[in-house]
C-alpha cells in the first residue's frame, strides 16, 4: 500500500516536473523561432523596398544609429547575406546577385524564384533559405537571406538544453523518491504502530473475555436465570468474537503464511457445499460453476477463508433469489466471482468496502455478528497471494471479483 502511495508521489512530482521543462523548452524555442523570423522577414523587406535595380542602393554608413534589427544600419543586417534574383514579366532573367556561389548556385537561386513566382508566394523558408518576393512594377523581385548559422545556433541551443535538462530530470527523479520515502514513512510507521496495536490488545484482552465468560457461566450455575447475567455472556461472546476477528485480521496481514500448490477448484467446490443450506435457509439458490484442475500457489486454510467470506457476504446481501459463484482461468489468472442481487454501490464507496470496519449501511448494526472486518480480510488473503480483489455493479448484480496468478501458466 505504501509503496503504491510512493509511486504515484513520485509520478506526480515528476509529471509537473515534466510539464514544466517541456512548456518552458517549448516556449523559449517556439517564441525564439518566431522572434527570428519576424526579424528575417523585416529585414528581406526592407532590402526588396530598397532595392533598384537601375540604381544599387548603398547601406548607411557605420555609426548611424539603427532603430530596429532589421533597419540596414543595424549590426544584424550589415552581417547578413543576401542573394536576389530579378526577372521580368516576360519571364526573362534581369539580374541575379549571388555572394556567395559556393553555397548555393545562380541555378538554384534562379529555380527557387521561379518556384516562388508560380506558385504566388511571397513568404517562404526552403533549404535554410528565407525567401521573399515583392513585385517592383517593370520587374519581379525574389530577395534570399541565408539563414544556416541562426538556425544551427539555435538547434545547437535547443540540443544542449535537451542534454542539461535530462540529466536535471535524472537528478531531480532520485530527489523524488528520496522525498516521497520521507513524507510516507512517518505514514507508514503510524500504520505498523497501529496494527502492532490492534494485534497485542486483542491478545491481552482474550484473557479477561475467557474469565468474564467462565464466571458468568459458573454464576448461572448457582442464581439460575437471570436476565442481567445473560447480558453480560450475550455482550461478552460478542466481543470475544471481535477480538477473534481482529486477530484474524492481523495474521492475515502480518503473517507470511506457508505457501504451496493447492487444488483451488477443489476447495471453492469444498467450501460451496455447505453454504448451499444455508443460501436454503435465507430462501436463496446457490448455483456453482467451477473449471476443474485450477492449481494455485497458495495457502489452503486462507483460500478456503476467502470463499468461505465472500460466499457469507453475498448472501447477507443479496437482495434477490440466488447467488451465482465462479471459477475459469482468465490471462494466467484464476478468476473467482461470486455475484449476488442488489442495488448499485456508489463509486466512492467501492474502495472503501474492504477497508477496516466500515459498513455500506450507517443503520446496521453488529447484531449478527459482523464488524465489517470480512471483506477487509478477504483482501489481506488475496494481496498475500500476489493477487488482487475488486468489485463491479451493473445490471442489477453486486460481483466480488478475485484474481490470483495461477501455477505454472504458460
Known sequence: MFKKSQRKIVAAIMSVLMLLWVGTLTGIYTFSYAEMSEKNRGMLKEYADRYDLYHPFALPMPGKPAGKPHDPGSPMFRLSTFYTVAMADDGKILEIKNPQPAVHTDEELESLARTLWERGRTHSVKNNLVCYTADKGSYRLAVFKDNTLLQESINTLF??????????????????VYLARRIVKPLEESYQKQKQFVSDAGHELKTPISVVSTNAELLSREIGENRWLSNIQYENERMGLLVAQLLELSR????????????????????????????FENGLTL?????????????????????????????????????????????????????????????????????????????????DG???????IAKSIVLSHGGKISVHCGEGLVEFRVQIPLRNFS
Do not use: W
Open 159 to 176: 540540443r544542449y538544453t535537451l542534454m542539461v535538462g535530462g540529466l536535471a530530470v535524472a537528478a531531480l527523479f532520485f530527489l523524488a
Open 252 to 279: 492475515a496481514e502480518n503473517t507470511a503464511p506457508p505457501m504451496a500448490p493447492v487444488d483451488f477448484t477443489r476447495i471453492v467446490n469444498g467450501e460451496a457445499l455447505p453454504f448451499e443450506s444455508v443460501a
Open 287 to 367: 448455483h456453482c460453476c467451477t473449471t476443474d484442475g485450477i492449481t494455485v500457489q497458495g495457502n489452503g486454510m486462507q483460500l478456503k477463508q476467502l470463499v468461505s467470506i465472500l460466499l457469507d457476504n453475498a448472501i447477507r446481501h443479496s437482495s434477490g433469489k440466488e447467488i451465482r459463484l465462479t471459477l475459469r482461468a482468465e490471462h494466467g489468472m484464476a478468476r473467482l466471482s461470486v455475484f449476488n442481487a442488489g442495488p448499485e454501490i456508489p463509486a466512492e464507496q467501492q474502495a472503501q468496502l474492504f477497508e477496516r470496519f466500515y459498513r455500506a449501511d450507517p443503520v446496521r448494526n453488529s447484531q
Open 370 to 376: 459482523h464488524y465489517g472486518l470480512g471483506l477487509a
